[in-house]
């Protein structure tokens, strides 16, 4: 299985911070990249998907990049409702995989 | 509208299986393109991918739980189930259906989501 690892594993950042979340691949996955964002007792939502491409209805501050192994989320200007757990999936083969979540908190 | 939602037992005893349903609406699974995928998250920690339906029936499982899980689908209603064997305490979570829409289904990316069904199995 392809193992997907995330950093950091939380971070600290005000209102109005950029933000950025890299996910790596154990090997090349092209952009079969998506990220979601959890906030507590709720269903994922998905953010981004093919790497790069902003899911309908998700605020332009959110944004991917990269393309092989190396993969990252950027928030342009954190906002109060950003605050939340991020998760990479790969799919590039099955079976798909998460990377382990970073968490997003108010510093 | 498009909507899913699982349900199931809220506690089963260990060694039993388990049935979740996914029950949708506002979509085919016939479209060519659509899947439907199962993922569960134990308290506090993250995703974890277990099974995915396609449009064309075929099925693709987690390498870890794929001796103990099938997935299959149901079209009266639209249903998707999950059954998993040989329940252990530490398959307790909740468990999530999503559904892949036909424009993503290269990436399988999960564009909706069910609100989860939380499952304790007890030893």
């Known amino acids: 299985d392809i193992q997907m690892t995330q950093s950091p594993s939380s971070l600290s950042a005000s209102v109005g911070d950029r933000v950025t979340i890299t996910c790596r691949a154990s090997q090349s996955i092209s952009t079969y990249l998506n990220w979601y964002q959890q906030t507590p007792g709720k269903a994922p939502k998905l953010l981004i998907y093919?790497?790069?491409t902003l899911q309908s209805g998700v605020p332009s501050r959110f944004s991917g990049s990269g393309s092989g192994t190396d993969f990252t989320l950027t928030i342009s200007s954190l906002q109060p409702e950003d605050f939340a757990t991020f998760y990479c999936q790969q799919s590039y083969t099955t079976p798909d995989t998460f990377g382990q979540g970073t968490r997003v908190e108010i510093k | 509208q498009v909507t899913l939602r699982e349900s199931g037992p809220a506690l089963v005893k260990a060694t039993q299986t388990l049935t979740l349903t996914c029950t949708f609406s506002?979509?085919?699974?016939?479209?060519?393109?659509?899947?439907v995928s199962w993922i569960r998250q134990p308290p506090g920690k993250a995703l974890e991918w277990l099974a995915r339906i396609r449009w064309d029936d075929d099925k693709f499982y987690s390498t870890s739980l794929k001796t103990r899980l099938t997935i299959f689908r149901d079209t009266s209603p639209d249903q998707v189930v999950l059954k998993m064997t040989n329940l252990d305490p530490m398959d307790t979570a909740t468990y999530y259906c999503a559904r892949t829409p036909h424009y993503c289904t290269s990436t399988s990316c999960l564009d909706l989501w069910g609100q989860g069904t939380l499952v304790i199995v007890s030893s």
């Open positions: 093919a790497a790069s």
């Open positions: 506002g979509f085919s699974l016939s479209t060519s393109g659509m899947c």
